[in-house]
């Protein structure tokens, strides 16, 4: 052989290139003058695991090592040489590698079968030896496990999946449903993981996939009745009368069943998704995590995740490396998620050339050490084998694996495109090219396994099935078991309104004392930071003294008393257990071993866990675990935060697809919690706003609660009515940064002891009845007011805060507005700018509140900063001096002139 062109790699080791690298030594071992003199020199120093190759003085190498030589040839890059293109328009890769001359023919042979048939497996870039071994002896012993499915399971699946899409082809032309036409064989794939589930007497499979397959799976797999799926198509509702919801189209929806072998029961989850690819593989992780916790599942073995990913995204969309990033992680595994690629060979019109940049789209999974297993769609019972060693290799070693099915797609995008604009070949290649259900009926009559009319008798038993279903799918009524995560019989699920009482949340005093003493207390072999010791000294004395309580300390106590009441608190964002503002404190560090202890987890003998966990530098695919964990762990409060509130937007997609319109779209309830925060202080644009604007142009329906308090107190009963209250909503908190540690920013330990509750306005004090000027606020603005008012012994304004934004409290801003009916001027002040904040959503708001109380005010005037395309100003001193011009203005009732109009 002559030597290539290969670069020198010295430079170029990095995990970026272990496909390459992997294949350039295997090509080294076989022949070592076909590579460049350097990169020989360096894969002769390296310490590799195959054997060492022997001196030319020696007389060569032998035929052991020549075999030996070969078999890694093979398990390195066999996989690029594998059958595994059903239409034959990208034909195996051709390697000299893996066809040396002077090769044993029957081992030759032997490997070619393993590794290069229609199944592909990348394995060696493995760390372990152990796993590593695990797979040749899987693939390179000939005896093999029987499959969890028969042929004739396999063949009546495929022609259920198959008369499916014909049928809906035929009844619903030119209606979008994403068929399976082409990629049946994921539903073998599915059933077979089921089985592989019910075996291993596993409790659940949480379910996520995108539009593609998905009601053929909910049909076929899941169980959902083919009369209800037709109902939907001729536009009746997918849910029961009664609820007042806007529903989603049908391939975005979810379903659930419970699946019985004996005794033995599963229950099987396919959770709702938008079209935002890959939105939901983070939620159903975090789902699967919750169901392992609320059930002690310590081994993570009782409940499994399953997400189906399409090839071009599974490639492209950034949430699922986010999501990869959370397998191994202590604070986010579930023991491993068995990942399924529909490989289509295209995305929408892009083809697989323009869609990555690695040798496969799963190459993404390499980083957290997952084997891949590419499998040609074509042959069911290769797919069936596939995923049964995918769930066995979740069962032995608790990690990630991907099955790769590459396949194809009958039709375009969906079914009323039309591919051929794009890929002309591709669609005529398919339009010659025989169903994978006559393909296998077809294998099975040549093998005598079926009679030759047996297909055809399956065939017509199903088309049977799905015409009765479609008479009756007019007559079919929704259960609301299936769609409701509530009874149907509680509508208070459904309201969240200020009207309301709010529920006591208040905690008798020597329960609080009891969690105070807990927060503060630590082993005696621990060694806790010097600085640290005088701080939880300081929050000992405080509560002692029953105040004053800080901000830290007040989430603390809510903390503490949910789990002494038996609610579960897990908190996770990034530096969440020191907190971003060094205020928190809730993991302390030993400063001699390292060790980690948090003092709210050992309150007492019987409490329910709290868990604090540092997350990755990830907002999307974090956010989105949270979410899912939300929902499997209801009894719990869940929370996440951002390091800074205008973190946020880099989970917008969560934000506006699951959070604020999960339950309107997909009956689907959430009670997590955002910790966001939020405040002007001059630290430059990107982290004084949280955007509250954002959130709360999202508020209708009562799908959120939107808060900003004010005091350790307030924040306290916040945190409490997410449990107390049994409607569940998400809520929204604007934290503070600087009043964390403000002296006036302090509550008594009264304030929230017994017969105490969350109050959504709060009057002032200070001055009770009368003023002659009102000015509304919520957040940190109020202690500029109120120290700039202090400072100029202002008389006659009241200072009231709104410590919930939504849902408005129009009742109770009402009544304490009328303590003021002579006031004349109104104003709502705020920190941000006129285009951002609260102001556009507020400002009608309290003027109707005006007008109900036929105050003496009906027009509410702004004072804040000026609209403005940037949250924030990075200059100091011009920060102090709009914050100075607009707190001025607020309490003397001038006018800020504006730089431009009103926009």
């Known amino acids: 052989m002559t030597t290539t062109n290969s670069p020198d790699l010295r430079y170029a080791i990095t995990s970026d290139n272990s496909a390459y690298l992997d294949s350039l030594h295997a090509q080294w071992l076989a022949d070592p003058k076909s590579v460049n003199p350097q990169t020989a020199a360096l894969f002769e120093t390296l310490d590799d695991s195959a054997p060492q190759r022997p001196s030319s003085a020696e007389g060569g190498a032998s035929a052991s090592l020549r075999d030996e030589q070969l078999r890694h040839a093979f398990r390195v890059s066999g996989h690029l040489s594998a059958q595994l293109d059903p239409l034959a328009l990208h034909p195996p890769r051709q390697q000299d590698a893996l066809s040396p001359t002077d090769a044993d023919p029957s081992l030759l042979t032997r490997l070619k079968r393993a590794y290069c048939g229609t199944i592909g497996v990348e394995f060696m870039h493995l760390l372990d030896d152990a796993q590593r071994q695990w797979w040749i002896e899987r693939f390179e012993t000939p005896h093999q496990a029987p499959l969890p499915l028969s042929p004739d399971h396999i063949l009546t699946l495929l022609t259920r999946s198959e008369g499916f899409e014909t049928f809906c082809q035929q009844r619903f032309t030119g209606m979008r449903r994403f068929g399976l036409e082409g990629s049946e064989s994921l539903n073998v794939a599915l059933q077979t993981l089921i089985n ?86 983070p939620v159903v992780l975090g789902r699967v995590r919750a169901d392992q916790d609320r059930h002690h599942d310590a081994q993570r073995q009782k409940h499994l995740g399953v997400l189906v990913h399409g090839d071009a995204a599974f490639a492209g969309q950034g949430v699922v490396y986010e999501t990869l990033q959370l397998s191994r992680l202590e604070g986010y595994r579930t023991g491993g998620t068995v990942h399924l690629i529909v490989n289509n060979q295209i995305g929408f019109t892009t083809g697989q050339e323009a869609a990555h940049s690695g040798i496969w789209n799963s190459d993404v999974a390499k980083t957290v050490q997952a084997p891949i297993l590419h499998v040609n769609g074509d042959d069911p019972e290769a797919v069936a084998r596939c995923a049964m060693l995918a769930h066995e290799w979740r069962q032995t070693f608790g990690t990630d694996i991907v099955v790769d099915i590459i396949a194809y797609r009958r039709h375009g995008h969906n079914e009323t495109d039309d591919p051929g604009f794009t890929q002309p070949a591709m669609v005529e290649t398919i339009k010659n090219h025989p169903t994978l259900r006559r393909l296998y009926a077809q294998k099975l009559q040549e093998k005598g396994a079926i009679k030759d009319d047996h297909a055809q008798r399956l065939w017509d038993d199903v088309q049977a099935t799905l015409e009765r279903a479609f008479k009756e799918a007019d007559r079919y009524q929704p259960d609301p078991t299936e769609w409701l995560d509530y009874s149907p019989q509680d509508p208070t699920r459904l309201q969240d309104t200020p009207q309301r009482i709010q529920p006591m949340t208040g905690v008798p005093l020597p329960r609080l004392l009891t969690v105070g003493e807990g927060l503060t207390a630590t082993p005696r072999d621990f060694h806790v930071h010097p600085r640290l010791a005088r701080q939880l000294k300081t929050r000992n004395d405080a509560l002692t003294a029953h105040g004053p309580i800080d901000w830290a300390t007040a989430e603390s106590l809510a903390f503490g008393t949910l789990a002494l009441d038996g609610h579960p608190v897990r908190l996770s964002g990034q530096d969440s257990g020191r907190g971003t503002f060094s205020q928190r404190h809730a993991v302390l560090s030993d400063q001699k071993t390292g060790a980690h202890y948090t003092p709210l987890a050992h309150i007492a003998r019987r409490q329910a866990p709290v868990e604090i966990w540092d997350s990755p530098l990830s907002e999307y695919g974090v956010l989105g675990f949270e979410y899912g964990y939300s929902q499997g762990n209801p009894e719990a409060l869940v929370l996440w935060e951002a390091q800074f509130g205008d973190f946020a937007n880099g989970a917008q997609i969560m934000i506006d697809q699951f959070l604020a319109a999960g339950e309107t779209k997909w009956l689907r309830t959430s009670g997590l919690t955002l910790l966001l925060p939020h405040g002007y202080e001059g630290a430059g644009p990107e982290h004084s706003s949280a955007r509250p604007e954002r959130f709360l142009q999202l508020c209708a329906e009562n799908n959120l609660r939107v808060c900003m308090p004010s005091t350790p107190a307030s924040f306290f009963h916040t945190l409490r009515r997410q449990i107390a209250r049994r409607c569940r909503k998400p809520l929204v908190v604007f934290t503070p940064k600087s009043l964390l540690r403000h002296k006036k920013a302090v509550s008594t330990l009264e304030e929230m002891g017994p017969h105490t509750r969350f109050q959504p306005v709060l009057g002032d004090p200070a001055t009770p009845k009368n003023a002659r000027r009102i000015v509304i606020c919520s957040g940190k603005v109020y202690y500029d007011l109120l120290a700039a008012r202090e400072e100029q012994k202002l008389e006659g304004i009241a200072l009231i805060r709104l410590e919930q934004l939504y849902p408005y409290p129009h009742q109770p801003l009402a009544d304490v507005l009328a303590q003021h009916p002579n006031a004349s001027d109104v104003i709502w002040c705020q920190e941000e700018p006129r285009n951002s904040g609260a102001w556009r959503f507020i400002d009608r708001r309290i003027e109707y509140t005006l007008r109900d109380l036929n105050h003496s005010v009906s027009r509410l005037r702004y004072v804040g900063r000026d609209a403005s395309a940037s949250p924030a100003t990075g200059n100091a001193s011009m920060h102090k001096e709009q914050q100075e011009a607009l707190v001025a203005a607020a309490l003397t009732g001038d006018e800020i002139p504006e730089r431009t109009p009103p926009s």
């Open 196 to 281: 592989c589930a019910m075996q291993s007497n596993s409790a659940s499979i949480s379910l996520g996939m995108p539009h593609r397959g998905r009601l053929n799976a909910m049909a076929n797999i899941l169980r959902k009745p083919y009369a209800a799926i037709f109902s939907e198509f001729a536009g009746q509702s997918f849910h029961p009368e009664g609820i007042p919801v806007s529903g989603d189209v049908k391939y975005h929806l979810g379903t659930a069943t419970t699946l019985h072998q004996g005794r033995h029961q599963l229950r099987l989850a396919l959770l709702p998704n938008p079209s935002h690819l890959e939105a939901v593989d």
